[in-house]
């Protein structure tokens, strides 16, 4: 089992960036796929990004392509969200999740999230 603890949320203005950072616990790091998803008040959970086990295949939500970027380090335990050109809408608590690779359908494991808040 992996746990997942994200961080580098916070208040930015409108066309700011900031980083996100999942750490995961654990030695089998690479063995899972990763996602982060996103929850705005009064909306369903969406999911933003995926990155595969090794890194060399990404997806994002159209409303996040060419302003997102998902990457890892599986040295470090550790994927990344880049977010820039950040805009109100994009305000939302920020969840890291993993699921493992050939075993799982869904994502199992879950971050305590990360609130991100676009000021415009």
């Known amino acids: 089992q992996v746990q997942l603890v994200e961080s580098g949320g916070g208040l930015v203005q409108a066309g700011g960036s900031l980083r996100l950072s999942c750490v995961a616990s654990?030695?089998?790091?690479?063995?899972?796929?990763m996602g982060w998803f996103r929850q705005a008040p009064g909306k369903e959970r969406e999911l933003v990004t995926t990155?595969?086990?090794?890194?060399?295949?990404?997806s994002y939500a159209d409303s996040v392509k060419g302003r997102f970027t998902i990457s890892r380090d599986n040295a470090k335990n550790t994927v990344y969200l880049q977010m820039n050109s950040l805009k109100s809408e994009d305000t939302a608590v920020y969840y890291c999740a993993a699921r493992r690779r050939g075993l799982d359908n869904e994502y199992r494991y879950w971050g305590q999230g990360t609130q991100v808040t676009v000021s415009s």
């Open positions: 990155i595969n086990w090794s890194g060399s295949i990404t």
């Open positions: 654990g030695r089998t790091f690479s063995t899972y796929n």
